[in-house]
């Protein structure tokens, strides 16, 4: 992998604000990352493949780092908001394409958000107070409307403290565990033990797609990327090593989970991190780890609130959405209309599906979004630009389309019809789209 050094960093954009450093894209991603799956899904994959789920964690990270190649070079290649639905168009030309691209990319940020809100109103706040969980979600996506609203530098800097609580939040879970299995607790036998229930091939396959959601940070920073400053060498540093510091975290997580839990306890959990915790005895107040947890979980949702609204942005700036998506705000210059449409869908969704299933349906469409992003820098590697960008071989978007076609192999017959529902309403979007913007040019023409 290679810096190609043509000219210098091209200029900002007028739309918005370059105020995103190195560390704040940083805690962006990890925060991103960590707070989307690892508080949530040990239990789904516990019950996909028992106590190795140390396995399908290096599947997905292998998977991950590939993708993440292709992303480095395409966001410093064309640094611009709307991420794989612009490179896209670069690429293919075809209005219908890119768009579809793009609203997938958006579809996935709400469905993770949804998702998120869910988990939020589960296990880890029942430790804090009983309150019923529909009206909990909508309000938790109402504040985190309200942040976005506020700007970037707020949404980043209220996700910069939020990282630094969930990220304490593992280290407790990673000390404790420590503790308790250097004291002689726990069973390392567990780490080799899969699931009775499952071929172990098949529930690895399974247990990657699960793992494949906590490793999507990198896409939704892609949005960002008009945001950035120099994000030549900031996406690389920021990306890769996000999530290395995630793959890290997950690996010490999941090793001390299955060692410490049988993979039936971990499995029939929905705050299965706090089972871990009250496991090893040591005193720590479950409404603590709890509260921690919910932290974790919200910034989650928030970032992936931030990255659709910035999706639908950059998708009206290519005239590929109404232009009412790419209004901002006068002085806030934050993309009010495409927040208010992401927090509305959001809502709804979360009356639609559970935790599990929407966490899924996330990974199919951002697996249709990566193969795309991956034909695409194939494509785009005989286009040269004036400034400095990342560069990786041809041979990792190669590996890392295959590996997206088997891990799309994997999904369920439920979750490729939400799928297909999800692209069937883009379609009629994009078509109304297209037939307003021929009235607005036939009007154009007559004046």
């Known amino acids: 992998m290679t810096n190609d050094t043509t000219a210098t960093?091209?200029?900002?954009?007028?739309?918005?604000?370059?105020?995103?450093?190195?560390?704040?894209?940083?805690?962006?991603?990890?925060?991103?990352?960590?707070?989307?799956?690892?508080?949530?899904?040990?239990?789904?994959?516990?019950?996909?493949?028992?106590?190795?789920?140390?396995?399908?964690?290096?599947?997905?990270l292998i998977i991950a780092l590939l993708t993440a190649g292709t992303y480095a070079e395409l966001i410093t290649k064309y640094p611009h908001a709307g991420g794989a639905a612009r490179y896209a168009?670069?690429?293919?030309?075809?209005?219908?394409?890119?768009?579809?691209?793009?609203f997938l990319m958006m579809a996935s940020g709400i469905t993770t958000a949804a998702a998120l809100a869910n988990a939020f109103a589960g296990d880890y706040l029942a430790a804090i107070i009983d309150v019923p969980a529909a009206p909990t979600a909508v309000v938790f996506i109402i504040l985190l409307t309200l942040i976005n609203l506020r700007g970037v530098r707020e949404s980043l800097g209220a996700n910069l403290i939020a990282s630094v609580i969930e990220v304490s939040g593992l280290v407790i879970v990673i000390v404790l565990a420590a503790v308790f299995i250097g004291g002689g607790g726990g069973d390392p036998a567990r780490l080799l033990?899969?699931?009775?229930?499952k071929a172990p091939v098949e529930g690895v396959f399974a247990a990657s797609i699960i793992a494949f959601f906590s490793f999507l940070g990198f896409e939704a920073a892609a949005n960002m990327a008009e945001e950035v400053k120099n994000p030549s060498k900031a996406y690389p540093r920021a990306l890769f090593g996000a999530i290395g510091t995630?793959?890290?975290?997950?690996l010490l997580?999941?090793?001390?989970?299955?060692?410490?839990l049988p993979a039936a306890d971990l499995a029939s959990s929905t705050g299965p991190l706090l089972d871990v915790v009250a496991a090893t005895g040591i005193a720590l107040p479950p409404w603590l780890f709890g509260l921690i947890a919910l932290v974790a979980i919200a910034n989650g949702a928030l970032l992936f609130m931030v990255m659709a609204?910035?999706?639908?942005?950059?998708?009206?700036?290519?005239?590929?959405?109404?232009?009412?998506?790419?209004?901002?705000?006068?002085?806030?210059?934050?993309?009010?209309?495409?927040?208010?449409?992401?927090?509305?869908?959001?809502?709804?969704?979360?009356f639609l599906?559970?935790?599990?299933?929407?966490?899924?349906?996330t990974v199919l469409l951002l697996l249709l979004v990566f193969l795309s992003a991956n034909v695409s820098v194939l494509v785009l590697k005989k286009d040269k630009v004036d400034h400095k960008h990342f560069s990786v071989p041809r041979v990792v978007p190669v590996l890392a389309i295959i590996a997206s076609i088997v891990l799309l192999t994997q999904q369920t017959g439920v979750v490729w019809l939400g799928a297909l529902a999800y692209i069937a309403i883009g379609s009629v979007l994009f078509f109304v789209a297209r037939a307003g913007r021929k009235r607005e040019e036939r009007k154009a023409d007559a004046g």
Do not use: C, H, Q
């Open 89 to 102: 168009d670069r690429a293919f030309g075809v209005p219908y394409v890119s768009f579809l691209v793009g």
């Open 193 to 197: 033990e899969f699931s009775p229930d």
């Open 309 to 350: 609204s910035r999706v639908g942005y950059g998708l009206a700036e290519s005239g590929l959405l109404p232009k009412a998506f790419s209004r901002v705000l006068p002085n806030r210059r934050t993309p009010w209309v495409s927040i208010v449409v992401v927090a509305v869908a959001t809502i709804g969704l979360t």
């Open 9 to 60: 960093e091209p200029a900002a954009p007028s739309g918005l604000k370059r105020a995103v450093g190195t560390p704040l894209l940083f805690a962006f991603i990890v925060g991103d990352t960590l707070g989307a799956g690892i508080y949530t899904l040990v239990g789904s994959m516990a019950g996909d493949v028992g106590g190795v789920i140390w396995l399908p964690l290096v599947v997905a």
């Open 353 to 361: 599906g559970d935790v599990a299933t929407l966490a899924e349906t």
């Open 246 to 250: 995630a793959a890290i975290v997950y």
């Open 253 to 260: 997580i999941a090793l001390g989970a299955a060692m410490i």
